[in-house]
Every structure is written in structure tokens, then in C-alpha cells.
């Protein structure tokens, strides 16, 4: 089955940026879709953005639209989320997740992440100054 583990989560300054990667295992990743999703302390997970199978399409939170970019490089198994000109509020535990979602748009912007069924651990990103 497939196996997904995040890295690259830390500490940086508000402004400042990171580069999320997710490695996928057990099976070829670019049979799924690829989500990262997002939920910081006390509050319910988020929607951060979507990705197709193909890498045709591609979606955003609201959020951290013209922050973010999502990308896959599926000859190596490999996800990412770059983040730029990050915010306090973008403190959170970040997942990435893959599935079959009916719609990269609702995708990114539901913390429900329906269709997504396997699930990384998590990686902390705290923004702080």
C-alpha cells in the first residue's frame, strides 16, 4: 500500500520561506492525486492545496494562493510544497495525503479531504519571529 512521510517542516521567520516534500513508497504515486493539508493547535484541519494525478491541475487555499506552489515529480515519488512570504498563521502541522478527489478545487479548500486515503504523519511548521 501506499506510504507517504513529510519532511522540511522547522521554524523560520515570518517572511521567510520553506520548501515541504513529501516521499511516497509501496506503490507509483501518480496513480493519486496529492493534497496538503494543514491544522495548527486548537483548531480543525484546513485545506492547503491539490494537485492531479498528471500535475495538470492545481489548486489553492484562499489563503496562501500566490504564496504556495504545489508540485510532484512522479519519476521519483516525490511531492512538495514550496511556501514563501509565510505568516504566523501559517503555523500548523502540515500532511500530505493522496487519494482520489472528485475535484482538485473543493480538495483544496476542504479540510475534509474527501477522497484523500493515505496520510502522512505530519511535519511542524512554526512562523515566529
Not at 6 to 35: F, N
Not at 95 to 124: D, E, F, Q
Amino acid at each position: 500500500q501506499l506510504q507517504l512521510v513529510e519532511s522540511g517542516g522547522g521554524l523560520v521567520q515570518p517572511g521567510g520561506s520553506l520548501r515541504l516534500s513529501c516521499a511516497a513508497s509501496g506503490v507509483s504515486s501518480d496513480y493519486y492525486a496529492i493534497g496538503w493539508f494543514r491544522q495548527a493547535p486548537g483548531k480543525e484541519r484546513e485545506g492547503v492545496s491539490c494537485i492531479s494525478r498528471s500535475a495538470g491541475s492545481a489548486d489553492y487555499a484562499d489563503s496562501v494562493k500566490g504564496r504556495f506552489t504545489i508540485s510532484r515529480d512522479n519519476a521519483k515519488n516525490m511531492m512538495y510544497l514550496q511556501m514563501n512570504s509565510l505568516k504566523p498563521e501559517d503555523t500548523a502541522v502540515y500532511y500530505c495525503a493522496a487519494g482520489h478527489p472528485l475535484l482538485i478545487s473543493v480538495c483544496a479548500r476542504s479540510g475534509a479531504a474527501y477522497g484523500m486515503n493515505y496520510w502522512g504523519k505530519g511535519t511542524l511548521v512554526t512562523v515566529s519571529s
